[in-house]
């Protein structure tokens, strides 16, 4: 059982997380300005399509992180026109963003990409590789947690801790709050209301896309279709479960990760003795947001004016 | 005063016809022959030597059944304030229960089918069950934890199937075949999956139309949709219509996948459909809601579907299509019917 729990399981949690983190933290971003965000599967889906589509065309990783950006940023501004120009339902406008990401990213795939496989050429794209750790070598821990980790990891990991001080010491994050707890007082105090929740709203659009882009760019090199697999939704469960805050969404994103890697490595094997079913261990996230959402874990407080 | 009540559908019409033929063209075919194509695999005409009426009759009537359930369980949810995004899961787990208890020999084979397909709801409504309560008692968002159940039904009824009860003489990971007493009969000798669960699903929309729209329970139901706060004081129960709304919402969605085993897989499989779930939402709110129309949107839903089908296995263009343009039609519904009333709440 001692080489069950060894440094690479931890590695690979923080890999299978690094997506988790970053779509959660796209989601906090639209939430806590009072958007209700469940469109993160597709900005994942679409980013992740032209990330590979991007690098497939120009070789570059770096082109390829652009354009999933881009593809994301259009999304959401889909999302953010549909909920505060036209008033959509914000539930229905977010249906109709995963909707149309699954189906134009399989359309689009089928008419570009699977051509050239047909034709003999590779569908693999160039990836970034992993970072430099330079001095921060010498640290056990955090060596062996980082090391073979793209940039993008690194960004995941350290981007709760910036999300947390802007929401806390910006101007922008206390408006967001603000915002996002009582929109109607804000309007009345000055805060521009609107361009705020578009700004919270294409925020989620880059976070979820860049997560898409790294699982192209840094983990598979391939896009394939419906790659996303449900983790806008998982990443939609760590945001609850970490109850709207940036540190909180990211524990609970690592903890989530960590029962994918930990399934991934049991493979059928037995745990502690015990054989557990896979299955139970990939239901186990979204069997915990639903005990936490019973109030069992504490009370829960949504930003008051989520939906609104 | 008609054209501009019309105008709304008809510019609904030319944006999927806009939107099918940009994609048409995009994957590079022709337009007219492949216009030809899926009117012939939606309609069954013109026939062809391979592909006729019956054919096509097959795949939209079995498809419209499904979503027609769907449609409306996601429908009676929404009329009572609530988004039931969890028709997928709702529909695995009582596709699974009819899968399950349709293998029973204990059964008297008089009742046996209507026992299956009792059962499936009733697992389907059951699975509805957290998310309402949680709703009712905690004021947990429904889409979340409809969302949250989806998943846990797709892990638990794959582990059943691959595990517990998987077929023992079967390399496959799926059930063993279902009894013929509790199989469906077809609504045509010729057919393969269209069955009489249609005629269920119609009567199931009449009855809801009727409870719905001229019934004390189905008002209060409405009402407590339209704005709950009014509702709570005119004295409606509204806590209650809501989980009642939630548990049918369920139970049509069971009904959706028992059906599904009895009239056309006869077992449940690893990778069995759940997609209708989602189909559903798209139903519901074309139809506003609207039991008898959902009929219709259901129908056009399944006959898009079946003719783009028709058009992928005819010629390879994507068979994503119809998703593209069902995408494209709720974003268009819900930016002209669906604005929130500012000023609510």
Known sequence: ?????????????????????????????????????????GKILMGAFAAALGTLLTGSPLVGLACAILVGLTLALLHAVATQELHTDHIVSGVAINLLALGLSTYLFRQVIVPREEAGQTSMVAMFGAVRLGGLENLPILNALLKDQSGLTVFALVLPFALWLMLRHTRWGL??????????????????????????????????????????????????????????????AALIFGRWHPLGAAAAALGFGFFEALQMRLQGQPLFGVQLPTDLLLMLPYLLTIVAMMGLLGKMKPPSDLGN | MLISRLLPALVGAGLVLGVLSLLIVAAGQPLGESFRIILQGATGY???????????????????????????SVAVALQAGLFNIGAAG?????????????????????VHLPFVLLIGAMAGALWAFLPAWLKVKRGAHEVISTIMCNYIA??????????????????????MAILDTARLPMLREEFLQASWGLGIALGTTLVLWLVLYHSAWGYELRATGANRDAADAAGAPTARRMTEAMLLAGALAGLAGAIEVCGAQYRFFEGFPSDYGFDGIAVALLAGNHPI?????????????????????????????????????????????????????
Do not use: C
Request: net charge positive; charged share 15%.
């Open chain 2, 293 to 345: 129309l959902a009929l219709l949107s259901a129908g056009v839903m399944s006959a898009l579907r079946s003719g783009t089908f028709q058009l992928h296995a005819l010629t390879g263009a994507p068979k994503e299509i119809a998703i593209v343009v069902q995408a494209a039609l709720i974003l268009y519904v819900a930016a002209i019917y669906l604005r929130k009333r500012r000023m609510e709440g």
């Open chain 2, 46 to 72: 013109p026939r062809t030597e391979a592909f006729g009426p019956i054919d096509a009759w097959d795949v939209v009537l079995h498809d419209m059944t499904l979503l027609l359930l769907a449609g409306l």
């Open chain 1, 1 to 41: 059982m001692g080489e069950l729990f060894d440094a690479q399981l931890f590695s690979t949690a923080v890999r299978q997380a690094t997506p988790l983190i970053l779509a959660a933290l796209g989601g906090l971003m639209s939430e806590r300005t009072g958007v209700i965000n469940i469109g993160l599967e």
């Open chain 2, 154 to 175: 797709l892990y638990l009824t794959h582990w059943l199937v691959t595990d517990r009860w998987k077929d023992p003489s079967s390399n496959a990971p799926q059930t």
């Open chain 1, 175 to 236: 408006r967001g709050h603000a915002v996002g707890n009582d929109a109607l007082k804000a309007r009345t105090m000055g805060v521009p209301v609107k361009r705020v929740r578009y700004l919270g709203v294409l925020a989620s659009g880059v976070f979820a896309s860049i997560a898409g882009a790294f699982l192209v760019l840094a983990s598979t090199g391939q896009f394939r279709e419906n790659m996303s697999a449900g983790r806008g939704f998982i990443a939609l």
């Open chain 2, 90 to 110: 709702q529909l695995l787990v009582g596709a699974l229960a009819a899968a399950w208890t349709g293998t029973l020999t204990s059964i008297p084979s008089a």
